[in-house]
């Protein structure tokens, strides 16, 4: 860590000052008096200093911000960056200060006083699952980036609405794209349902959805990151099992892909993946929901981060909804019922104060 002692002074007219380099104390030149206020401590480094004074100034490396130190945190000297909209929170991790904006309903971010950077989580509306031993939801497409440019003003926030779950023999249904100005996450993918001699349904989403289980005729999954952005959004779903134990496919995930269904056994939903910007700590979302299998077989779990599992029980047997605002796909349904909806979509924005 590098600094610069610096006195105050008072130059004569018409005298030049010169400062050292770097890391050198600044030599008061001839004719110059100095007017007895302490020194004050410029550093350049990549992390925080130590027992700061206050008016002590920071240049921080990694972020390229320059601070000055109020007695008690540190300040950003200039182009200050500040913007409203959704909850607004902070933390502090690993010594630097967070202001974040979630959003779990659609609104506006607007950023109010420079242009600046901010890191985001923008994750669609997980999908609905089919029933009728259906397959999972597809997770909401899931894109996520650090150190985005965003202007000054308005930018629009619309939250993805979960998919609503298959009566019976009816697939799942996509879920809604979420956005944040020019970034836009796909919804995630409907899964299909069993029907007499096959599936009917389903669709390809953010992650895709899985596929029904069936007798005769063929049950794919679906593809995901319909978006086509790198890194993906989310992976396909898996298939479902069409012998006579018949099962469905696990919805995809954000994290993988959907588990194909087995004989008598519904697949698992693709993983969920963590992301810790609106805390500071890890947090799960976009699972792929649970594959629903034929009554008294065993069903999909979903794949974590508030995914809906499937259901394979006799009687009254619905699959699993996900969590609000957790982009996770819904449960498969058991024979004859209803598949899970998938969980709406959520906005997180962070950035340095």
């Given at each position: 860590m590098s600094k610069i002692n610096v006195n105050t002074w008072e130059p004569e007219s018409g005298t030049d000052m010169t400062m050292g380099a770097s890391g050198d104390t600044v030599t008061v030149p001839s004719g110059v008096t100095t007017t007895g206020f302490s020194a004050a401590k410029i550093y350049s480094s990549s992390s925080a200093p130590g027992s700061p004074s206050v008016a002590d100034v920071w240049y921080d490396t990694?972020?390229?911000l320059a601070k000055i130190w109020n007695g008690t945190a540190w300040d950003v000297m200039s182009n200050v960056f500040s913007a409203a909209g959704g909850t607004e929170t902070t933390y502090t991790a690993i010594g630097v200060d967070y202001k974040v904006h979630t959003f779990t309903s659609s609104g506006t971010f607007t950023v109010t006083d420079a242009s600046g950077s901010i890191d985001y989580l923008?994750?669609?509306?997980?999908?609905g699952a089919g029933g009728n031993s259906g397959g999972g939801g597809g997770a909401g497409g899931y894109r996520t980036a650090s150190g985005f440019s965003i202007a000054i003003g308005d930018h629009t926030v619309t939250i993805g609405a979960g998919g609503a779950g298959g009566v019976n023999e009816v697939g799942g249904t996509i879920?809604?794209?979420?956005?944040?100005g020019s970034i836009t996450s796909t919804g995630g993918g409907g899964s299909s349902a069993r029907i007499s001699g096959g599936v009917t349904g389903g669709s390809a989403g953010g992650s895709g959805g899985g596929g029904g289980g069936g007798v005769g005729g063929s049950a794919p999954g679906f593809a995901g990151n319909s978006g086509g952005y790198t890194p993906v959004e989310g992976y396909a779903g898996g298939a479902g099992y069409t012998g006579a134990t018949f099962a469905g496919g696990g919805g995809g995930g954000s994290g993988a892909?959907?588990?194909d269904g087995l004989s008598g056994v519904g697949g698992a939903g693709g993983s969920s993946t963590n992301n810790s910007y609106r805390t500071g700590s890890p947090e799960a979302r976009a699972g792929g929901g649970g594959a629903g299998a034929a009554e008294g077989n065993t069903a999909g779990a979903g794949g974590g981060g508030g995914a809906g599992a499937g259901n394979a029980a006799t009687g009254t047997a619905p699959g699993g909804s996900a969590t609000a605002n957790s982009g996770s796909g819904?449960?498969?349904?058991?024979?004859?019922?209803?598949?899970?909806a998938g969980g709406s979509g959520i906005v997180i924005i962070r950035y340095i104060v």
């Open positions: 990694v972020n390229n923008v994750l669609a509306g997980g999908a879920g809604g794209n979420s956005v944040l892909v959907g588990v819904g449960g498969g349904g058991s024979n004859g019922d209803t598949g899970g």
